[in-house]
Every structure is written in C-alpha cells, then in structure tokens.
C-alpha cells in the first residue's frame, strides 16, 4: 500500500513557476515507477510526466516537453515536478500516481494516486 500527498500548488501569473512535491508512505517507494498527470475541468485526465523507479528514465508529455522538469529523491520518499514557463492551458489540478510495473503515459497503469493539488495559472 502507498499513500500520496501533493503540495505545492497554487495562484501563479503566466511565465511564472511553481513546484510540486508529491510525498509517499511506505518502504517500497523506491521500487515505483511515479508520474504526474493533470485533469481540467469537464476534460480527461492527462499524462503530463513519468519517471522511472530508480530515476534514470523520464518522459514528459509534448505539452510541457521543455518547460516541466519531474525528478525524485527516493531518500526522502518524494517525487517533484518543477513547472516553469507555465501558460493559461496549464491550470489543471494535478496528481501524482505510482506504477509497480513501469513508467507510463496511461492513467489505468498506475496503482496509487494521490488527492491531487490545484494549479491556476492567469494570463
């Protein structure tokens, strides 16, 4: 079992950053591949980043390619997702979810979700 919690999130001006943090129980955290998705309202939710379990593979999706950083600490049980140039399109509320079978783009393969964090950029 994995709880997630996301933080970071919030009010920011177009061009603006902000960093997410998403922080799990557990000992097996490291054994997790974790991504971020984001969900708008009346749309799907959306693959935005994935990171493998040990760090060394990431991909992102070709919205934020560029702009979004996601990285780990498996010391501190954490994974992040560093948002820079972000743009009006960007609002969303955005959860992490960790995968026991690999990095992924599809929402249906992540086991564990967190409650998610909203993210509101203005123009």
């Known amino acids: 079992q994995v709880q997630l919690v996301e933080s970071g999130g919030g009010l920011v001006q177009a061009g603006g950053t902000l960093r997410l943090s998403c922080a799990a129980s557990g000992r097996t955290f490291s054994s997790y591949a974790m991504g971020w998705f984001r969900q708008a309202p009346g749309k799907k939710r959306e693959f935005v980043a994935t990171?493998?379990?040990?760090?060394?593979?990431?991909y992102y999706a070709n919205s934020v390619k560029g702009r979004f950083t996601i990285s780990r600490d498996n010391a501190k049980n954490t994974v992040y997702l560093e948002m820079n140039s972000l743009k009006p399109e960007d609002t969303a509320v955005y959860y992490c979810g960790a995968a026991s079978r690999g990095v992924g783009a599809d929402p249906y393969e992540y086991d564990y979700w967190g409650q998610g964090t909203q993210v509101t950029v203005s123009s």
């Open positions: 990171i493998s379990h040990n760090g060394v593979s990431t």
